[in-house]
């Protein structure tokens, strides 16, 4: 975990939260590189899971929502957790994640538990009274339960159908740490899927399915995921069945996503606490039902941090080491690097040209700095999959070296076969299919 932190310091993806005041605990901000690789995962979600799907609509629900929300969801009353304190040193801990009855920190004794609320409290308008009480969400799922109807009506949806949204979402959490992994401020990528309620084994087996390729196909090793059914004691007071999709962090193995068989709880809640009717209205059998909701629930940040842990790794290279990141060419912040060999500057105005042109297509960098070999190892180390290499041949013959960051060979293309070939590559085209006037440059 430190050389991910650290690399995550170095390189921008990662700061500490105000960090020239001396950070803010659990609080981090994403950098240049950092809120690429976020929005590209957050944009591989919502393809796979809304754009290339027709059975789901995507929502961008509000942070802040009515009160009374909170009351019918049962997070008012139970979405706390366990506190205890140590009666010597004073630090808080969540007294179900400790292993014995005694401080961590310094043996000492602990107080009894109490049960803590999470959700983080704020007053809307000027007034600070209780009647102006609203609550930061703590999931964003609330946002869509409440929006079923306005959805079901526009979009004339047919179950099963699902909405997805992706946004903040706030914990006031007992014990933060191990970086990104929990956090008081984080973001969620949820579905909603709504079904009949007599298909919801088969729907939640689909979704656990679906939601573990997802994670593979994007590059994560299938050994590094598990499925760990929870026990009836630990299920959620909305939850039927609950699965987790855990991921060996650094740390061991801790959950990633969450896939939970909500039943109809919270679209009943809300239709008895709201008095409005949610339910549906079935062709097949001519009566009103309330559908049955299965929820996989994902974290972005902690999907960041799996993917980044998942594609670290060190190589050698003759006396000093390697360091790349194998990350996905849909998720690597910077696709292209291109790198003229010297700066000259004929060589330099070349380079600057094809920088801008393909700048059109993909997030580019541009480094003369320092030797080629220095380059290549910046980009490896962010896991840019290509690098483009513009030398003096190339002023003559119209042509550049792709090198590709994995197995580090190199194919020589015409400038005019540049932007088909790297969109290939990027869509996983093996490096040695050349285009016309291509050919293999050096291996590896
Ligand atoms: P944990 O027990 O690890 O705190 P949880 O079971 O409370 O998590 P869920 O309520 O199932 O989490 O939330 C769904 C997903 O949201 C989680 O799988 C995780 O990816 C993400 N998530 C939840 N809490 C946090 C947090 N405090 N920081 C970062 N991500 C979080």
Redesign the pocket.
Known sequence: MEKIVSLCRRRGFIFPSSEIYGGLSSCWDYGPLGVELKQNIKQAWWRAVVQERDDMVGLDTSILMHPQVWEASGHIKGFSDPLVECKSCHLRWRSDELEGDRCPSCDGELTEPRMFNLMFKTFMGPVEEATSVVYLRP?TAQGIFVNFDNVLNTTRKRLPFGIAQIGKAF?N?IT?GNF?????E?E?MEIEFFVKPETDKKWLDYWIEQRLNFYVNLGIKRENLRLRQHGAEELAHYARECY?INYLFPMGW?????IANRGDFDLVQHASSSGKSLTYFDEETKQQIVPYIIEP???V??SFLAFLCDAYDEQPDNDETRVLLHLHPDLAPVKVAVLPLSRRENLVAFAKELYADLRQCWMVQYDDAQSIGRRYRRQDEIGTPFCVTIDFQSLEDNQVTIRDRDSMNQIRVPIAELRNTLQAKLEGEDLFVLPPGGMIWKEG
């Not at 801790?254 to 969450?258: F, N, Q």
């Open positions: 999931e914990r959490e933060t990104i992994f929990r956090t008081r984080f969620q987790d801790a959950e990633l996503e969450g629930s994902a974290g940040d902690r």
